[in-house]
């Protein structure tokens, strides 16, 4: 039986709210979907858009606020019904989310509604329909080393949906590319961003803009950062051919078709390291087409 990834992911929403009190972590809430842990965390931060631990946290702080403005409950129940240890971590989380403490929150008379839980199964996920066919090859990559810029960010509120681009249109306006030593293309123009260092229980991961290169000898400038991936075999997708100025959507749509339509259905699932995307000369904004790759660390499922 093919896996059905929104039932999986549902389920562990649904448990969630059956078990709001208790003490919830990532592996746990991977076990009850069938998933290893970090193929769990990617899957629901793809269909979620949030990792489910800062679901979790909401999800508390959502419930916990509802009591507060409209019961009488005491504090510390409240805290301790929604999984807060204390009434101290209550408070702190609590004043993060809305600039208030739960005593001053229920003081000033706030009746927020109570919000529903997320339901992936309402959601439509085909956004390889209209044309964009699933096609990929499977790749085994040897080590490789690349020299670039590093950016710590977070999935937290989609910071790296901001950050990100941002880090790129800095890297493209001051040319920091030609500050790259070493470079394995030297007739070429190909660049690398990529994903690594992932916390999946805070969301926090490196990303790099860089190029591939064949030793890190000779790098002078105290901003470039070099670093080493393992080998890895990697499921590639291309992009498919966009004018320019649909580009962005175009990656973003193959990122969650990958997840939500190729990956359920693959015998496969993340392998919870290195991922990364290539630009090269196909990418270039003059062309009247423009596409890249997108690599997947991949490893086959356990039966």
């Excluded at 790749?139 to 880090?167: M, S, W, Y």
């Excluded at 992932?198 to 070099?226: A, H, W």
Aim: glycine fraction near 6%.
């Amino acid at each position: 039986m093919r896996p059905d990834y929104l039932k999986q992911i549902q389920m562990t929403i649904d448990y969630v709210e059956a078990h709001m009190a208790d003490e919830l972590s990532l592996s746990h809430l991977a076990r009850i979907a069938n998933l290893s842990d970090f193929h769990f965390h990617r899957v629901f931060l793809n269909m979620a858009g949030e990792t489910v631990m800062d679901y979790v946290r909401k999800r508390r702080l959502a419930g916990s606020a509802y009591q507060v403005a409209h019961t009488d409950d005491k504090l510390l129940d409240i805290a301790l019904a929604h999984g807060f240890q204390n009434h101290e971590t209550f408070t702190r989380a609590f004043k993060r989310m809305f600039d208030l403490t739960p005593a001053e929150y229920r003081k000033q008379r706030i009746k927020p509604d109570a919000y529903s839980k997320l339901n992936v199964l309402q959601r439509k996920f085909n956004p390889y329909l209209g044309g964009i066919r699933m096609d990929y090859r499977l790749e085994t990559k040897p080590a490789f080393k690349v020299i670039g810029f590093e950016l710590d960010t977070t999935t937290r509120d989609g910071e790296n949906h901001k950050q990100i681009p941002a880090f790129w249109q800095e890297y493209i306006k001051g040319g920091w590319g030609r500050r790259i030593p070493n470079r394995i293309h030297k007739d070429s123009w190909v660049e690398l961003g990529l994903c690594y260092g992932f916390d999946m229980e805070t969301g926090r991961f490196k990303y790099m803009i860089g190029m591939e290169v064949d030793t890190f000898e000779g790098v002078d400038d105290s901003e470039l950062v070099c670093r080493e991936f393992g080998a890895a075999e990697y499921a590639v997708f291309t992009t498919p051919l966009v004018p320019g100025n649909d580009f962005s959507n175009s990656i973003q749509s193959t990122w969650g078709a990958i997840f939500s339509e190729w990956f359920p259905h693959s015998g496969y699932e993340h392998a919870g390291t290195t991922e990364f995307e290539l630009y090269d000369e196909r990418s270039n904004p003059d062309r009247d087409g423009v596409q890249m790759d997108i690599y997947v660390p991949v490893k086959r499922k356990e039966a």
